[in-house]
């Protein structure tokens, strides 16, 4: 009887090893592991939370390094950087030319004194940047399809003031999210996620400081080593 036993754990043991290197997909994010990434993303409208500029259209793409600083059998948190060489932001304008923070306002008081008037067209402002400071958990860290928070911060600098003249060329950044990280292979990525993205100006301005909120959905894809 007891041989029988064991001659059966024999037979079986290799199927529960196949079993546990299925449930095993991916050790890319181990401590020490680096991650480079490239994305893109849009953000077709703005919202007034933090910042106060209305009708905002956010393009963004660009490029990051991540760095596992710790992993546990759960979770794994990284350090990022990225750099944006590519930031558009489109607005609405005046005769093409005025950028307008608030476009419904001017629509509602010219309805109110009987005028056809409001924005008349829309300006894209070209801008590059950073974001030196940033940090991301990943759960289920061996899994293939992971969830993802994150949050940065960093800087963009534009061509002209943004988000209407005399407030800032340089706007300071910050956003926050999550998003699911889907491995195509042990060492590859893609990763779809959402982010809160504000652009701020800190006061630094003049007369005042309105903000752009975005909801920014973007795209990613990542080589481990």
């Not at 306002?105 to 894209?124: E, H, K, N, V």
């Not at 289920?140 to 002209?160: C, K, S």
Request: glycine fraction near 8%.
């Amino acid at each position: 009887m007891t041989l029988r036993i064991l001659l059966l754990c024999l037979l079986i043991s290799p199927i529960f090893s196949l079993a546990d290197d299925k449930s095993t997909y991916t050790n890319a994010f181990h401590t020490g592991a680096n991650e480079y990434q490239v994305w893109s993303g849009y953000s077709p409208d703005s919202l007034t939370w933090i910042g106060k500029s209305e009708s905002r259209r956010l393009f963004m793409a660009g490029a990051g390094w991540r760095r596992v600083l710790l992993a546990t059998n759960r979770f794994a948190w990284k350090f990022t950087l990225d750099i944006v060489p590519v930031a558009l932001v489109s607005q609405p304008t005046l005769n093409g030319t005025e950028t307008v923070q608030n476009p419904s306002t001017i629509a509602a008081q010219c309805q109110a004194a009987g005028l056809s008037c409001g924005p008349t067209g829309r300006r894209t402002t070209y801008g590059v940047g950073f974001a030196p400071i940033g940090f991301e958990f990943n759960f289920r860290r061996r899994q293939r399809v992971q969830p993802v928070l994150g949050i940065n911060a960093g800087l963009l600098h534009f061509t002209r003031d943004v988000p209407i003249a005399n407030s800032s060329a340089t706007n300071f950044t910050f956003s926050f999210g999550a998003g699911l990280q889907i491995f195509t292979s042990p060492s590859k990525s893609v990763t779809v996620g959402y982010r809160f993205h504000h652009i701020s100006n800190a006061n630094s301005g003049n007369p005042f400081n309105p903000g752009i909120d975005s909801n920014f959905i973007y795209v990613g894809y990542s080589f481990h080593k």
